[in-house]
C-alpha cells in the first residue's frame, strides 16, 4: 500500500524506473490473495475399485503398490472390549493381545517371535473397545510364510501359559500407575460422566478379573468371535514377483476358507442408557497444571446435522489456531498451550461434546468461563462468511490426505464397511465435499443451538482443589457458579478395584 | 484437538528411528544452494496429489545459554505470530503498539528485579504466586495489559493460520531440539507458490506480536510436559546430570524462571543471528516440477538477504568424567532403572555398531527382554534400549541408553544390575551370526517402512540436514550393514564403561499408590505396617529356595507365639513367603 502511494507522488522519470523494476514486483504480489493457481479438483478413490468379496466370506479391499517390498494386511474383526464377561473384564484384551504373542499350534511362543523377527515382519494383534485388529506388514518375498503364519495364528493360537502370566504381571504393573497421570485420571472421568459406572467402556480391567481369566477363557473367547463371518480384510502393497492381484485376492480366500471351527456372528456394540449429569466435578491431585473438560451429549455421524456439527465446531474449537476458542483461552490470554474443542461423530452411538485444555490451576475457571462464553457465541449469533469458508476448506482440500498411500486408501475403505457406511452410501467419500460445502451459516447456527445448551455442561477439573477454587486475583471467577453452583468431588479409584477410595484413605 | 508448535523430547525410547533407507531405496534428493546461502533439497514423488513442505534452521537450545533457555522454542512460537503483511489491520500503529509495550516492559523488568531480591532475602515466597508482585507492578502490568487490548483490537487473529487453511493446507507444525528447529506443512499441489510466499514472508519480515502471551502459553506447556508429569521433572534432573559440560544440560523447554524472563529484545536478536538464509535448509517432497519450484525458491527465498556475521559455532566439547554417576529419585511411578552412556554424535565411524548393539538389546526378542522379563525370574516388566535417539541430542554429543520398569517386588538397583549384565556379555561373547543378521534384516526393512509416504521422508531429511547431513539418509543403512560382530564387542568395551556411565534409580513416592500388596497390608494394623512392608520387600528379592524354605519352616513353628497385633501381618508373610518359593521353585524346574 505503502509503495502505490509514494509512486503516484513520484516524478515521471522515477516511475519509469519504477516500471522497469516491474517484472520483479510482478513475480512477489504483495499479498497471498493476489496470488493465482492452477485449478485443480480432487477426486477421491472410490472403494469399488478395490472391494472385492471372498469366497470363503469376508469382504477384502486390495490394492497393488510396487514402490517399496512391502505389503501389509489388516484384518479387521467383529466384537471388542464389549464382549468380556462380567467378572472377566480383560478378556478381549489379553485374548486379542496373545493372539500374535503366545504361539501357535507349531510354534511356541520364542519361535514365532524369532521367526517374525528374523523376517522383520511385524505382526500385530488386539481388541479395542469396538474391534479387533490382527495386522501384518513384512517383505513381499515372504508373503506366502507370512499368510502361513496368520492362518495359523488365526485359527490355532496357543495361548501360552507362561506369556498368559506375562501379560498379566505387565497389566498388572500398568493398573499400579492408574492414579499418577492427570490424563490418565481425567480421561476416565470421563468416560464415567459420560456414560455412566455400568457401560461397558467404563467397566476396567481389575486385579480380582485379571486373576480370573484362564487359558481356557482364552480358547473359548476365540473360538466363538474369531470367524470369518467377523472379519474384513484390506490388503495393500507389493505382493511378490509374478503375482496379480486376482492371484492375491486367492490368497486371500485360502486364508480364510475351511475354518477349524464355527464361531458367532458378533453382536452389536452396546448403546449406553446414561443421561450425563450437569454440574462441576473436581478430583483433586496436588499437581501445578489443572485440566479442564467441558462436555455435553452430542450426535452420531448418521444424524443428518453431522457435517453442520463439524464445521460448527471446526469454528468453535476444532480448527486449530483458525478455532475461537483456541484464539481467546491461547493466543489472547496465554493461559493454555492446548485448547479447543472436539465433537467426534459417534460411529454406533451418539458421542460427546467436549471442550478442554490445561491451565495452572488458578485460572482454570477463568479459562472455563471463556470456553462457555464462545460456545454461547456461537449459539446466539451466525459465523463469519470467511469462517465458515475457512472451516469448509479445511475438510474439503484436506481429504486427499486421507488416501495418501495405497495402505491408507484401503484401510479408510475397511472402516467404510466395516463400520456399515459402505453399505448404505458406497459413495461417501465422493460425495464428501459437495455434502461440506452445502452447510449453510444458519445450519451452523441452528446445530449449534441444538447442541451447546451451556446450562447443562458437565465440568471436569482434574488438579489441586484449593487452587481450583481459588482463583487469581486478576480474573476472580468462581469456578462452581459456572455450573449453577453444584460442585460434586470425585475420589481418586482404587488402582485394583476401581472402587472409589474414601477420602480418608488418600 | 490439535497440538501444534510442539517440542519432541528425546527420551521417549519407542521413537527410535535409526537412519534412513536400506542400500536399494535411495531418496533422489536434489541439492541447490541459492546466491544467499539458503539450501533446497528438492524430493519428487507423485504419490499424492500434494507437496509436504519444511525449512529446518539449525540452531536448538545446544545454542542458548543460562539466563536464556528455552529462547529457541519460544521463538519458534513467535514465527507464527505474523508479518508486516499478516497479521494486523493496522501494521503501523501495531508496530508502535509494541515499541509502547517494550518500554512498559523496561519498567516492570526493573520491579521483577527487586521481587526477585526480596525472594533471594526469604520475604516473598513464590514469584510466580499474583498475591506477591509489588503495587507497582500490578500498576504497570494494567497498563500493559490496557496496550495488549487495544493491540488485540487490531490484530487479524492468526492469519499465518487462515491463509494456508482457507487454502487446504493442513499439519502446520513445528517443532524445537537440542540441535535444530523445524517448520513444515502439507498444501495441495497447486499451491505451492503460497508455500513460497508465506515461508519467505515470515523469514523476511516477521512481527513478533503478542510475545509476552505467548510466553505464558509456552509456560503453561512447560507445565503440561514436565512440571504436572509423574516424572517430568525426575527425568529433566537426570538429563541434566547426565549432559554436565555439554550444551544439552539444560531442557530444551528451558527453566521455568527463564522461559518467564526472555526478552523481546533477546528473540529480535536472535532471529537476526539463527535465522539468516546461511543457516537454513528447505526441503520439499511431494508432487511438484522441480524446475519450477527452483524458480520459485530463487524468486521468493531469494529476496532474503544473507546475515550479516554467520551464526557462532558450539564449541564446548563434552568433558571425560572418570567416575560411575548415580542418581536416585521418587516419583508417582513405577519404580524403574535407566543406565546411560555418553557415546558418539552423528555419524562418526563408532556410530553405527552402537546403534546396532542398541538394536541387539531392544525389543520383545532383544537380551534385555529376554534376559529381564521373560524368564520366570524375571525382574521387569519392561525393557528398552537406544543409541542416539530420534531428534535427540547428537550433534555434538552422544549417547547409549538402556532401561528397564521393575516388576512387583524388584528393586531398582537389582533391574540395572541385571541390565548392565547383559552388557558384559556383549563385551565378552561374540553376537551370533543369526541375531546381527536378525538385527540388521530389521533395521532394513524399517528403513523401507518410513519412505512410505512424503512427510516422514520430509522429516528425517530435515533431521538428518540439522544434524549436518541430509545424504545420511541413503548412506546410514549401507554403514549399518557394514558393521560386524567385532565391531560391537569392540563398541560395547570402548564406550559401554563405568567411567562413562550415569545410573538413575527412581522408586515410587512412599504412598502415592496402592501396591499389588498394599491392599492385603491395609489391614495390617498401623504400627507394625512398616516393618511388614519391609520384610514383604526383602521376600521378593529372595532368589535362594532352599534359604527361603527353611525361613518358611521357621516361620510355621513360631505361628502360635505370634502376638494378637502381628498377627495379620504374620500370616500375610507366610502367604508370601509360601508364593515367593513356589515362584523360585518353579523357575529351578525350568532350568
Known amino acids: 500500500m505503502k509503495t502505490m502511494k509514494n509512486l503516484a507522488r513520484t516524478s515521471a522519470l522515477a516511475l519509469l524506473g519504477a516500471l522497469l523494476l516491474a517484472p520483479a514486483a510482478q513475480g512477489v504480489p504483495p499479498h497471498p490473495d493476489k496470488l493465482t493457481y492452477p485449478k485443480f479438483t480432487y477426486q477421491p478413490p472410490s472403494a469399488k475399485e478395490y472391494r472385492t468379496v471372498l469366497k470363503s466370506g469376508p469382504v477384502a479391499f486390495v490394492a497393488e503398490d510396487r514402490e517399496l517390498p512391502l505389503v501389509s494386511i489388516n484384518v479387521a474383526l467383529r466384537g471388542g472390549t464389549y464382549l468380556s464377561p462380567a467378572g472377566k473384564e480383560g478378556l478381549a484384551d489379553l485374548a486379542g493381545y496373545l493372539l500374535a504373542r503366545g504361539g501357535t499350534a507349531t510354534k511356541t511362543a520364542e519361535e514365532l517371535e524369532e521367526r517374525l523377527a528374523f523376517l522383520a515382519a511385524s505382526l500385530n494383534s488386539g481388541y479395542g473397545p469396538d474391534r479387533g485388529n490382527v495386522s501384518l506388514n513384512l517383505l513381499a518375498k515372504d508373503l506366502d510364510e507370512g499368510l502361513a503364519i496368520l492362518r495359523e495364528v488365526l485359527t490355532a493360537p496357543r495361548f501360552q501359559d507362561d506369556k498368559l502370566k506375562l501379560r498379566r504381571d505387565q497389566l498388572l504393573n500398568d493398573m499400579k500407575s492408574r492414579n499418577d497421570d492427570t490424563a490418565d485420571i481425567e480421561q476416565r472421568e470421563r468416560g464415567f460422566l459420560a456414560f455412566g459406572e455400568g457401560y461397558y467402556t467404563n467397566r476396567y480391567t481389575t486385579k480380582a478379573s485379571l486373576e480370573s481369566i484362564t487359558r481356557e477363557d482364552l480358547l473359548a473367547f476365540h473360538r466363538r468371535w474369531v470367524d470369518p463371518r467377523n472379519v474384513t480384510v484390506a490388503v495393500a502393497g507389493d505382493f511378490g514377483k509374478g503375482v496379480s492381484r486376482a492371484q492375491m485376492i486367492a490368497k486371500l480366500d485360502a486364508l480364510f476358507a475351511k475354518w477349524p471351527y464355527k464361531g458367532e456372528a458378533a453382536p452389536p456394540v452396546p448403546t449406553p442408557t446414561h443421561a450425563m449429569a450437569p454440574g462441576l466435578y473436581v478430583v483433586d491431585k496436588d499437581v501445578n497444571q489443572g485440566r479442564v473438560s467441558v462436555m455435553l451429549p452430542a450426535l452420531a455421524r448418521t444424524d443428518p446435522d453431522y457435517d453442520a456439527a463439524l464445521v460448527m465446531n471446526d469454528v468453535l474449537g476444532g480448527g486449530g489456531f483458525t478455532s475461537r476458542i483456541t484464539n481467546r483461552v491461547r493466543s489472547d490470554e496465554g493461559l493454555a498451550y492446548s485448547a ?47 469462517e465458515l469458508q475457512t472451516a469448509k476448506s479445511s475438510f474439503i482440500d484436506t481429504l486427499s490426505r486421507n488416501f495418501a498411500t495405497k495402505a491408507q486408501t484401503v484401510n479408510v475403505f475397511l472402516d467404510e464397511e466395516f463400520t456399515g457406511r459402505f453399505a448404505k452410501d458406497p459413495d461417501y467419500y465422493r460425495n464428501y465435499a459437495a455434502r461440506i460445502e452445502k452447510v449453510t451459516k444458519a445450519d451452523v447456527q441452528r446445530v449449534a443451538r441444538r447442541l451447546l445448551a451451556t446450562d447443562k455442561v458437565a465440568v471436569l477439573a482434574v488438579g489441586k482443589k484449593d487452587d481450583l477454587l481459588n482463583p487469581d486475583p486478576k480474573h476472580p471467577v468462581k469456578f462452581p457458579e459456572l455450573t449453577g453452583g453444584k460442585l460434586t468431588d470425585l475420589p481418586l479409584r482404587d488402582p485394583f478395584t476401581m472402587k472409589p477410595l474414601a477420602p480418608a484413605a488418600k | 484437538m490439535t497440538i501444534r508448535r510442539q517440542i519432541l523430547v528425546a527420551a521417549a525410547a519407542t521413537a527410535l528411528l535409526l537412519g534412513g533407507p536400506a542400500a536399494a531405496q535411495e531418496v533422489k534428493g536434489e541439492e541447490h544452494v541459492l546466491p544467499n546461502g539458503m539450501k533446497l533439497l528438492l524430493v519428487h514423488r507423485p504419490d499424492e496429489p500434494s507437496v509436504s513442505a519444511g525449512w529446518v534452521a539449525k540452531v536448538g537450545s545446544a545454542n542458548e545459554r543460562v539466563g536464556m533457555t528455552g529462547i529457541s522454542h519460544l521463538f519458534e512460537h513467535m514465527m507464527f505470530k505474523g508479518t508486516k503483511t499478516l497479521g494486523s489491520k493496522d501494521p503501523k500503529r501495531d508496530l508502535e503498539i509494541i515499541e509502547e509495550q517494550e ?177 537454513l535448509t528447505a526441503v520439499l517432497v511431494g508432487d511438484f516440477d522441480k524446475a519450477e ?90 525393557a528398552y534400549a537406544v543409541h542416539n535417539g530420534f531428534v535427540g541430542p547428537a550433534k555434538y554429543a552422544g549417547s547409549f541408553v538402556i532401561g528397564a520398569e521393575a516388576k512387583e517386588g524388584q528393586l531398582p538397583p537389582e533391574v540395572a544390575a541385571k541390565a548392565l549384565a547383559e552388557i558384559e556379555r556383549l563385551k565378552k561373547e561374540p553376537v551370533p551370526a543369526d541375531e546381527l543378521r536378525k538385527v540388521k534384516n530389521n533395521v532394513a526393512a524399517n528403513s523401507f517402512r518410513r519412505l512410505s509416504s512424503n512427510f516422514p521422508i520430509l522429516l528425517q531429511l530435515m533431521v538428518n540436514e540439522a544434524y549436518g547431513d541430509w545424504t545420511e539418509i541413503n548412506s546410514g543403512p549401507k554403514k549399518l550393514e557394514a558393521v560386524t560382530a567385532e565391531d560391537v564387542a569392540r563398541v560395547a568395551k570402548t564406550y559401554l564403561v563405568k567411567e562413562n556411565q550415569a545410573t538413575a534409580l527412581v522408586s515410587r513416592k512412599a504412598g502415592s499408590a496402592p501396591s499389588a500388596d498394599d491392599a492385603a497390608l491395609a489391614e495390617v494394623p498401623e504400627q507394625v505396617r512398616p516393618m511388614i512392608k519391609q520384610a514383604l520387600q526383602q521376600l521378593a528379592a529372595e532368589k535362594d529356595a532352599a534359604k527361603l524354605k527353611e525361613g518358611l519352616a521357621q516361620m510355621e513353628t513360631q505361628a502360635a507365639q505370634v502376638p494378637p497385633q502381628m498377627k495379620k501381618g504374620f500370616e500375610l508373610l507366610v502367604t508370601k513367603a509360601r508364593e515367593r518359593l513356589a515362584e523360585l521353585e518353579k523357575a529351578g524346574d525350568k532350568k
Not at chain 2, 544473507?306 to 542418581?327: A, M, N, Q, S
Open chain 1, 340 to 386: 479447543g474443542s472436539g465433537i467426534v461423530g459417534g460411529v454406533w452411538y451418539p458421542a460427546t461434546f467436549r471442550a478442554s485444555f490445561q491451565s495452572k490451576a488458578r485460572t482454570c475457571a477463568y479459562a472455563t468461563q471463556i470456553v462457555l462464553e464462545e460456545m454461547t457465541k456461537v449459539r446466539d449469533a451466525e459465523v463469519t462468511d470467511e
Open chain 2, 103 to 279: 518500554t512498559l516492559r523496561g519498567e516492570m523488568r526493573a520491579e521483577e528485579s527487586k521481587m526477585r531480591a526480596a525472594w533471594r532475602r526469604g520475604e516473598v515466597d513464590d514469584l510466580m504466586k499474583p498475591e506477591n508482585k509489588t503495587a507497582r507492578y500490578k500498576e504497570l502490568e494494567a497498563k500493559f495489559d490496557a496496550l495488549v487490548k487495544e493491540q488485540r483490537d487490531l490484530l487479524v487473529k492468526n492469519e499465518f493460520d487462515r491463509i494456508y487453511t482457507k487454502n487446504g493446507a493442513s499439519g502446520m507444525n513445528a517443532f524445537t531440539s537440542y540441535d535444530m528447529t523445524a517448520y513444515f506443512i502439507t498444501v495441495p499441489k497447486n499451491k505451492l507458490e503460497l508455500w513460497f510466499w508465506m515461508e519467505s514472508d515470515r523469514l523476511k519480515d516477521p512481527v513478533f506480536r503478542e510475545f509476552y502471551a505467548e510466553r505464558d502459553v509456552v509456560y503453561e506447556e512447560r507445565r503440561l510436559r514436565v512440571e504436572s508429569t509423574p516424572t517430568g521433572k525426575l527425568d529433566e534432573a537426570f538429563d541434566s546430570i547426565f549432559w554436565h559440560s555439554t550444551p544439552y544440560t539444560w531442557p530444551v523447554i528451558g527453566y521455568a524462571s527463564d522461559v518467564a524472563n526472555i526478552t523481546k529484545q533477546q528473540a529480535d536478536d536472535y532471529f537476526a543471528t539463527y535465522y539468516a538464509p546461511n543457516n
Open chain 2, 293 to 382: 519450484a527452483l524458480k520459485l525458491a530463487t524468486e521468493y527465498f531469494g529476496r532474503i538477504p544473507r546475515g550479516k556475521t554467520p551464526p557462532p559455532e558450539v564449541t564446548t566439547l563434552p568433558t571425560k568424567w572418570e567416575y560411575d554417576l548415580r542418581f536416585e529419585g521418587e516419583a508417582d511411578t513405577n519404580p524403574t532403572a535407566e543406565i546411560r552412556w555418553r557415546t558418539v554424535p552423528f555419524q562418526h565411524k563408532d556410530s553405527y555398531a552402537l546403534s546396532i548393539l542398541a538394536e541387539l538389546l531392544n525389543g520383545r526378542t532383544g537380551r534385555l527382554y529376554k534376559s529381564m522379563v521373560l524368564p520366570a525370574d524375571a525382574v521387569a516388566t519392561q
